[in-house]
């Protein structure tokens, strides 16, 4: 069984429209406005304005009525549902798995966490007063599943409750069946037969009840007293690769910054270590005093679990880091997570595992980015334009892939386009080029090998789109300064026709 802590703010887009428009004055009952169905109605209401009698979904004009002093203000429901997702970016610092409960609500499974801060209450008053501090005020409940939370949450009589593990029955009886996030009309309809309480519909075989009021009132009983299972959907997938450390005071310099960095990584490391396992990408996180986090996220070319060397990776980025007033929190999640087993190195090698060509590989992709650092493959075509494919730098081939001809070597520079050459002297049909001018320079030809007779691909296609003029003759050629090109002929011989010659690429 789980731990479930729900937060629930009852004005959340209050709150959250005060947050982006502070004003001084309070004094006077403020309401948000929205239309539906052509009609202006309140969504939200603060404190003021509900003990001045208004109430959601009153018309605007009649609240404006009862209140004359009523201030007003468009509801901003995009928006308070961006905050929401940033909230929930933000309770990582307190679980890696938390869903949103939106409109104005989330979960974090705080299993196996709590004791982080001393227990489960002092997880409460921790968060409840970051939030406060925010402009947020929510009420807490933390049960052993979602439901009860969630109901604690909304119907509970004090802001923050605490079901112990397996009371959570006793906590639920008391509350009204709505609580059970029913449908409004079967909610309702058991109240009107007197069931005001859950603990009444506790009492009730289970047939009778799913028979009056339903399946899905027999599901919500059982999943919020545990006797069912309530699937959440993360805002991430949940993880176990995580690691957390908080600060007494917060930090701001860069060289802290780096320092943490490598902290927060040898305790995950040591995790990793541990269990066998390594990381390919990770995800660090530093959480402002400001409630902000600030991500940052590279990746290894191979599983590794090395905290220096990954501490090396985030140095260059730490730069584009605002502390603003200072980091209380920094986190760091592994993903793409696989066994990695324990290398010792062989008495004859001399190679350094610091100089090995994975670090490299890593420092000049999270450098340069993915998509600029990789390596060729050979592909199954004859034609050169497609007989390769990017393919990551680092990385072990499939048994079955094609290899490279070591009797046909390709250059390591292949044109996207052939360029032609102009002032070229053969003999045909045969002989390679003795000269050619290429970029208004003149080669000469002081060695030379082929032909190799390149044509179109036939049984990729139609066969009457296969023309003689397809075909190439290339040829490796050296000139008087040791460069070495790859060009080719192009079409059959025809007495009486000038060749035409393309240089297509340049070998290193």
């Known amino acids: 069984m789980g731990r479930i802590l729900c937060a629930w703010s009852p004005r959340w887009a209050i709150d959250n429209w005060r947050r982006r428009h502070p004003c001084d004055s309070q004094a006077k009952p403020f309401v948000l406005i929205d239309s539906v169905r052509g009609v202006r109605v309140l969504t939200a209401v603060d404190q003021v304005a509900a003990a001045a009698g208004l109430r959601l979904g009153q018309k605007a004009t009649d609240a404006m009525a009862l209140c004359p002093d009523l201030e007003t203000a468009p509801a901003e429901p995009e928006a308070d549902a961006q905050a929401l997702t940033e909230l929930s970016d933000w309770c990582v610092r307190f679980s890696p798995a938390v869903s949103p409960a939106a409109p104005d609500g989330l979960y974090l499974d705080v299993t196996g966490v709590a004791h982080l801060w001393g227990g489960e209450g002092r997880l409460l008053a921790d968060l409840r007063t970051r939030l406060a501090g925010n402009g947020l005020n929510v009420r807490l409940a933390l049960a052993d599943t979602p439901g009860a939370a969630w109901a604690l949450a909304h119907y509970g009589r004090e802001p923050e409750i605490i079901a112990p593990p397996g009371g959570q029955a006793a906590l ?24 005001r309480r859950i603990g009444q519909l506790i009492d009730i075989p289970r047939a009778p009840l799913a028979r009056r009021f339903g399946a899905q009132t027999l599901t919500r009983l059982d999943q919020a007293l545990g006797r069912g299972a309530e699937a959440l959907t993360w805002r991430r997938p949940p993880n176990p690769w995580f690691a957390r450390l908080a600060f007494a005071e917060p930090i701001s310099a860069p060289d802290d910054m780096a320092r943490v960095t490598f902290d927060v990584a040898a305790v995950l490391c040591a995790r990793l270590d541990t269990e066998g396992q390594g990381g390919r990408r990770f995800h660090l996180a530093f959480h402002g005093v400001d409630g902000r986090a600030r991500p940052l996220t590279v990746g290894l070319a191979l599983a590794g679990r090395d905290p220096a060397r990954i501490a090396k990776l985030f ?17 760091l999640v592994a993903e793409d997570v696989e066994p990695l087993a324990g290398r010792q190195r062989r008495l004859d090698s001399l190679l350094d ?7 490299l590989i890593d420092r000049l992709v999270n450098r340069l980015g993915p998509d600029r650092v990789w390596r060729n493959v050979p592909v199954a075509s004859h034609v050169p334009e497609l007989s390769s494919a990017p393919a990551p730098a680092l990385g072990v081939a499939a048994p079955d892939a094609p290899a490279w001809d070591p009797e046909q070597p390709r250059p390591l520079r292949l044109f996207r386009k052939p360029e032609r050459l102009e002032g070229v002297l053969a003999l045909t049909p045969d002989d390679p080029p003795r000269q050619f001018q290429w970029r208004r320079r003149t080669h000469r030809v002081r060695l030379a090998e082929g032909p190799e007779r390149i044509g179109a691909e036939w049984w990729r296609g139609p066969i009457e789109a296969v023309r ?11 000139d008087q300064d040791g460069a070495r090109f790859w060009v080719f002929r192009e079409g059959l011989y025809t007495e009486g026709e000038p060749a035409r010659w393309w240089l297509h690429g340049v070998f290193g």
């Open 172 to 195: 639920l009886s008391p509350l009204p069946p709505a609580a059970l996030q029913l449908e409004p009309e079967t909610a309702t309809q058991i109240e009107r037969l007197g069931l």
């Open 315 to 331: 140095t260059p980025k730490l730069e584009t880091v605002d502390p603003g007033f200072g980091i209380e929190v920094v986190t």
């Open 353 to 359: 595992p610091d100089q090995s060509l994975a670090p």
């Open 468 to 478: 003689t003029d397809q075909v190439r003759d290339y040829y490796r050629v050296e």
